[in-house]
């Protein structure tokens, strides 16, 4: 069973991840969540890591409405905590893999949602959808790649700070 602290953590660093999204909701396909995700599952189990995209995806919700968008973003992002807990070990901090890959990211987000189009309403209507936002991904793989060239090792460094702080690096390779 969790502790009391833990869940509390985990609802926080959810929490960074909503908040961070709302305050760059005015700009199309640029956003933290990604970089956030990122760093912070280098720091919790692909276990914790799963239950803030849950808590984040609710929180989402809950601002933005349910809708077939949610059950997309709690598989796309956890395909995306889990990618990064499988790399951790290879990548370690090294800003330039990550960017790269969290450009690649970016660039197949609609793709990833586009399978779940096609498998609700046919497969006509998901190719629409990626092809109709491919501008939208190409937005959002230059803007991942951009902040986390740029932001990666200070919020890693806060973080690995504050986790010391919290003591609960235990899981940090």
């Known amino acids: 069973m969790r502790s009391l602290k ?6 926080l660093i959810a929490a960074t991840a ?19 995700f990122l760093i912070i599952a280098q ?10 995209v849950f808590i984040f995806s ?10 077939d968008w949610v059950i997309a973003y709690l598989w796309i992002w956890s395909l995306w905590m889990i990618l990064i807990q499988a790399l951790k ?28 189009y096609a498998l609700i309403y046919g497969l006509h209507m998901g190719i629409i959808y990626w092809v109709r936002g491919l501008l939208f991904d190409l937005i959002h793989a230059t803007s991942n790649y951009i902040l986390v060239i ?24």
């Open 150 to 173: 740029l932001l990666y090792k200070p919020i890693y460094k806060v973080v690995l700070k504050l986790m010391g702080k919290w003591k609960i690096n235990e899981h940090h390779n």
């Open 43 to 52: 720091f919790i189990t692909w276990k914790e890591s799963l239950i803030v």
């Open 58 to 67: 609710i929180l989402e919700a809950l601002v933005w409405g349910f809708g």
């Open 18 to 36: 909503f908040v961070s999204q709302i305050a760059l909701a005015s700009l199309p396909n640029v956003e933290l969540v990604t970089l956030w």
């Open 6 to 11: 833990s869940w509390v953590l985990l609802a």
């Open 89 to 116: 070990p290879l990548f370690k901090q090294n800003e330039q893999a990550w960017a790269l890959l969290s450009a690649l990211f970016g660039l197949s987000f609609g793709l990833l949602f586009s399978i779940q």
